[in-house]
């Protein structure tokens, strides 16, 4: 059964940096033909997509985030962790990870999500 968790980054404060990682067990993230992703919830809003990183280590990027947004992985761990640089309170939400089926599109399964409250 593969089972995901993030971890971190906590409290934040805005012009940061946030950095949760997602931990991976019951399935290796350099597995063929899946992609491993972040989206975030922010508070009253629907679920967005942020970005994933592939089985081989390619990374794709929401457009709006793509300035300030890496995602990087640790083989070693099979860990993935998501660095969003410069972050306002506008970045406040719950942050998830997601193993995604290529060939489908299809996000599944996911974490339990991490909330970041930023504040000044």
């Known amino acids: 059964q593969v089972q995901l968790q993030e971890s971190g980054p906590g409290l934040g404060k805005p012009s940061q940096t946030l950095s949760p990682t997602c931990s991976v067990s019951g399935d290796s993230i350099t597995t063929d033909s899946y992609y491993w992703s972040w989206s975030r919830q922010p508070p009253g809003k629907a679920l967005g997509w942020i970005g994933y990183?592939?089985?081989?280590?390619?990374?794709d990027y929401r457009p709006s985030l793509k300035s300030r947004t890496a995602i990087s992985r640790n083989t070693s761990k099979n860990q993935f962790t998501l660095e969003l640089r410069s972050v306002t309170t506008e970045h406040t939400a719950t942050y998830s990870c997601?193993?995604?089926?290529?060939?489908?599109?299809?996000?599944?399964?996911w974490g339990k999500g991490t909330q970041v409250p930023l504040s000044h």
């Open positions: 990183i592939t089985y081989s280590g390619n990374t």
């Open positions: 997601a193993r995604v089926v290529a060939a489908y599109e299809a996000f599944t399964p």
